[in-house]
Nanobody, 117 residues
Framework: QVQLVESGGGLVQAGGSLRLSCAAS????????MGWYRQAPGKQRELVVA???????NYADSVKGRFTISRDNAKNTVYLQMNSLKPEDTAVYYC???????????WGQGTQVTVSS
């Protein structure tokens, strides 16, 4: 099991940047994959980006070139650097983790990101 705690959300103007953090309660090296999802009002939750413990990444097309995922194994933390933010990036962002190869099993509580135009 693992507990995930997100932080770093907030209100930012279009074109601005934010960095989200996801702190895990155990070594992230033991986690097969960690991801960032988001859910906007009235929309389904969608994958933003995922990173495997081998460092492979998978970005949604809508964020490629603007968002970057990284990990600090010593701090058991995964980051999401978000640049050139757009109003359509407004959503609750969730951190997720999985130990196997199926769906994500563990989720954080979410952090709100609001981008004003």
């Amino acid at each position: 099991q693992v507990q995930l705690v997100e932080s770093g959300g907030g209100l930012v103007q279009a074109g601005g940047s934010l960095r989200l953090s996801c702190a895990a309660s155990r070594s992230i090296l033991s986690i097969n994959s960690m991801g960032w999802y988001r859910q906007a009002p009235g929309k389904q939750r969608e994958l933003v980006v995922a990173i495997t413990n081998g460092g492979n990444t998978n970005y949604a097309d809508s964020v490629k070139g603007r968002f970057t995922i990284s990990r600090d194994n010593a701090k058991n933390t995964v980051y999401l650097q978000m640049n050139s933010l757009k109003p359509e990036d407004t959503a609750v962002y969730y951190c997720a983790a999985k130990f196997g190869h199926r769906g994500y099993d563990y989720w954080g509580q979410g952090t709100q990101v609001t981008v004003s135009s």
